[in-house]
């Protein structure tokens, strides 16, 4: 609360009295001591979301890095050099290379998805799911492709990183089979899992062959391997129009 006393140059009273939480402003007319101090304070409060940017950068950078020179050439002195910084500046912002490589992996596979699969956020129907999972995008054998196969070595050897890829393909399995159970709910539970399992198979599969061939297709079998397994859920119980309708007609 405001007192007083601060207009009368009270030494008993401090700027705090000034300010009742850090989201209000200095009261009009504070002594100048009061306005430094709330300066001082908002600049403080800047400080997070600076070090949060420094460490996107810094991340960003080390996905670059990996996808470039493999797991094992993604040094801290490679990294710093991507991203413009020091060698020590990049340890203030994220810590020694385990933990860098850690988050890296997290922020590759969970930015921009729901935080649980590889599937993007808005993907929320098993006709999206298909549609990313066989598209050119997914499919290409490039960058994002060498950093995924860097991260899976780098898990051979930290349980941490080891846990993040296990947990996201698997929660890709279990968030198609919700979405199975969804729009097929008289199917077998167990079915339901065994078709999302095949479905990202068979995606993962065409990736794997065209990293080997470095291509960018989507296999028609792969895809249609795919639908195949939903039609054997039978027909899609829904709105007209649904995403199995073409299976179905």
Do not use: K
């Not at 060698?87 to 922020?107: D, I, P, Y």
């Amino acid at each position: 609360m405001w007192d007083d006393r601060l207009d009368a140059g009270d030494p008993s009273r401090t700027c705090a009295s000034a300010i009742v939480r850090d989201d209000e402003p200095v009261r009009a007319g504070a002594p100048d001591r009061c306005l430094q101090a709330a300066g001082r304070r908002e600049t403080r409060m800047a400080r997070p979301s600076v070090a949060d940017e420094r460490r996107r950068q810094i991340v960003a950078a080390t996905i670059r890095t990996i996808g470039e020179h493999g797991i094992a050439g993604a040094s801290l002195d490679r990294i710093a050099t991507e991203v413009g910084m020091s060698r020590g500046h990049v340890r203030h912002f994220v810590g020694n290379r385990e933990e860098l490589l850690r988050e890296s992996a997290r922020r590759f596979f969970y930015d921009g998805t729901d935080g649980e699969s590889v599937l993007p956020a808005d993907v929320d129907t098993v006709a999206s799911a298909v549609d990313f999972l066989f598209s050119e995008s997914f499919a290409a054998a490039g960058t994002e492709n060498a950093v995924v196969i860097g991260l899976v070595e780098a898990a051979r050897t930290d349980t941490v990183i080891a846990e993040v890829l296990t947990t996201a393909y698997e929660g890709t399995h279990r968030r198609i089979a919700a979405m199975l159970a969804a729009e097929h709910p008289d199917a077998d539970p167990g079915l339901r899992r065994t078709v999302a399992y095949g479905i990202v198979a068979s995606a993962l599969h065409n990736v794997f062959l065209n990293d080997i061939a470095s291509v960018s297709t989507v296999d028609p079998d792969a895809r249609r391997s795919a639908e195949l397994l939903i039609a054997s859920l039978g027909p899609y119980v829904g709105e007209v129009g649904g995403p199995d309708e073409r299976e179905t007609r």
